[in-house]
Every structure is written in structure tokens, then in C-alpha cells.
């Protein structure tokens, strides 16, 4: 008897607060697993701290958490996708 696939798992980083933007989060939810094809799943995370302020040292600061949520995802046997952002820096 052959064992069922488990779905893999896509950690998707985003840097907003998973409570304060719930909105947010469950659209993006929504809208990964509608792309999301036969056995992938994503994970919708937020940082807590969020990214509020478009500043170097906010963007350190965030930049650790992801690296620390991209090593649980590892634990946990997620592949870690991060967000991507384009934005003019002044």
C-alpha cells in the first residue's frame, strides 16, 4: 500500500503583523491557495514586531526575524519564500 503525499509547504514571509493585518494576511491566504497547484501548500506569516517605518534600522531589525522565521521554516520542513518589495528609497 503506497503512503499519500504530504502537500509541500511554502512559508511565505510577509512583514506585516499577522493580528493587526488579519485582512491582509487571510486575502493573501486566499489568494495563494487559489494559485497554489496539486500538493503545495502555503504558509501565510507575519513579523512581530511589523515592518512600520521605511527605515534602515527597522529593515535590520525585521531582516533578523526573517532570517530566524527562515530557519524554523527549515525545522519545520517548509521551503521559505520571502516578500518581495520594490520601493524608492529617498
Known sequence: MTEPS???????????HPTEQRPYI???QGL???AAGPGIRFEVHGL??????FHP???FRCAAQ????A?????????????????KRS
Do not use: C, M
Open 26 to 28: 487571510e486575502r493573501l
Open 6 to 16: 504530504r502537500p509541500a509547504r511554502l512559508w511565505y514571509q510577509s512583514f506585516v
Open 32 to 34: 495563494l491557495d487559489r
Open 66 to 69: 526573517t532570517i530566524r522565521n
Open 71 to 87: 530557519l524554523e521554516a527549515e525545522r519545520a520542513s517548509a521551503k521559505f519564500i520571502g516578500r518581495l518589495v520594490s520601493r
Open 48 to 53: 512581530d514586531p511589523p515592518d512600520h517605518l
Open 57 to 59: 534600522l527597522t529593515e
